[in-house]
């Protein structure tokens, strides 16, 4: 196993290193002593296989078995961020989350998102706009984008679109409910730290690594799946025909509100229900 005071034994030995250069190993030994603790903590049984690496690939390690065991964490490293003089900054700091909630620079964006996720946030009132930082732009040419796809349809969508209380209350239960959901992850308002919170809102944020957070999160992580699961296959039904499927779903929306789909009816129901109908017939 390679630890950073090999790393720094050796470069003792290899020629007489910079005082920045010791500064940087001594500081990323200090650092190796709590990552282990957080190894202890939460993957105990996995320690060799997550320490067996250099410091970078410690870090990757930890985050696979820590996606397996609770939950994902952002993954740093793929996007480059690891800070190479310091490896276990990232994840030691705060427990490093993969935040995925809209922002303000994701608002304007979204006329490159894809076909199905375009027609849902279209049907969506603009969260910024509501809340006092006006700037119709980015709807304008959310809906213009969308116009491209399903030509007049856009024409049938209010104004200002619909505030997710709304379409709760006209899709809960129906096959349509994705798109209630996509306006809950619009205004942040899912109730899930991954789907409301944006990156900017974690910088320089803490979130604690401690039991309980870590156990409340991994309880989440479930109902965030359920809800991205939601959103995401009604994307993907829509783009399969988007033109007819998007007239479906806005047909759902305005014709009275939801076209619900019976639940089943168990035997007992069935027969009760028979039993009453003849009752009603005979009288």
């Known amino acids: 196993m390679t630890l950073p005071l090999s790393v720094l034994a050796r470069s003792l030995q290899a020629a007489p290193p910079s005082l920045g250069a010791l500064l940087t190993l001594i500081a990323g030994a200090e650092g190796f002593e709590d990552f282990r603790k957080l190894v202890r903590e939460y993957l105990p049984d996995a320690e060799h296989d997550i320490l067996a690496g250099q410091p970078r690939e410690q870090v990757a390690a930890f985050a696979q078995y820590f996606r397996v065991r609770y939950f994902p964490l ?96 006209r899709l809960d239960g129906t096959r349509y409910e994705g798109a209630a959901l996509c306006a809950d992850w619009l205004w942040h308002q899912t109730d899930t730290p991954w789907l409301d919170l944006t990156y900017e809102d974690l910088d320089g944020g803490g979130l604690e690594w401690c039991r309980e957070n870590v156990d409340w999160f991994t309880q989440q992580w479930p109902r965030v799946l359920a809800i991205e699961g939601s959103i995401h296959a009604l994307a993907a039904w829509l783009e399969e025909d988007p033109e007819r499927r998007f007239r479906e779903l806005l047909d759902a929306i305005r014709d009275g509100g939801p076209r619900r789909a019976r639940r089943p009816r168990t035997l007992v129901e069935v027969f009760t229900n028979g039993d009453k109908s003849a009752e009603e017939a005979r009288a």
């Open 74 to 169: 952002h993954d740093s490293q793929e996007w480059g961020e690891v800070d190479d003089d310091f490896p276990y900054n990232d994840v030691l700091s705060q427990i490093p989350i993969r935040a995925s909630g809209i922002s303000w620079d994701d608002y304007h964006e979204l006329e490159a998102w894809s076909t199905g996720l375009q027609l849902l946030m279209a049907l969506v009132s603009d969260p910024y706009f509501e809340l006092g930082e006006p700037d119709e732009g980015a709807r304008v040419a959310l809906l213009e984008s969308c116009a491209l796809k399903v030509d007049e349809l856009v024409k049938r969508i209010p104004k200002k679109g619909w505030m997710p209380e709304e379409l709760h209350k």
